[in-house]
Nanobody
Framework: QVHLVESGGGLVQAGGSLRLSCAAS????????MGWFRQAPGKEREFVSA????????YSADSVKGRFTISRDNTKNTLYLQMNSLKPEDTAVYYC????????????????WGQGTQVTVSS
């Protein structure tokens, strides 16, 4: 059982930056591929970015490529999402998730989820 806790969300102006963190406990963190997802009001949860167990492979949604960077520190059991050049359309609750499988964009393949952290980008 993996417990995930996100932090780092907040209110930022368009063009600004935030770094989200996701602290993992209760399992072998390095055994899990990790992902970030987001859900805006009235919309379905969508894929943002994913990273392999070693951190050597990453995937990102087209909407965030070049602006968001996913990374992980397996010595600290922590996942990160560096978000730059934020836009109002990035406003959402951001969730981290863990899967024992390979890194994937498929939401149903993630077994463990955090409670989410709110990111609000003002125009």
């Amino acid at each position: 059982q993996v417990h995930l806790v996100e932090s780092g969300g907040g209110l930022v102006q368009a063009g600004g930056s935030l770094r989200l963190s996701c602290a993992a406990s209760g399992g072998t963190y390095s055994a899990y591929a990790m992902g970030w997802f987001r859900q805006a009001p009235g919309k379905e949860r969508e894929f943002v970015s994913a990273i392999s167990q070693s951190g050597g492979t990453t995937y990102s949604a087209d909407s965030v490529k070049g602006r968001f960077t996913i990374s992980r520190d397996n010595t600290k059991n922590t996942l990160y999402l560096q978000m730059n050049s934020l836009k109002p359309e990035d406003t959402a609750v951001y969730y981290c998730a863990a899967t024992p499988l390979r890194a994937t964009m498929t939401i149903d393949e993630y077994d463990y989820w955090g409670q989410g952290t709110q990111v609000t980008v003002s125009s």
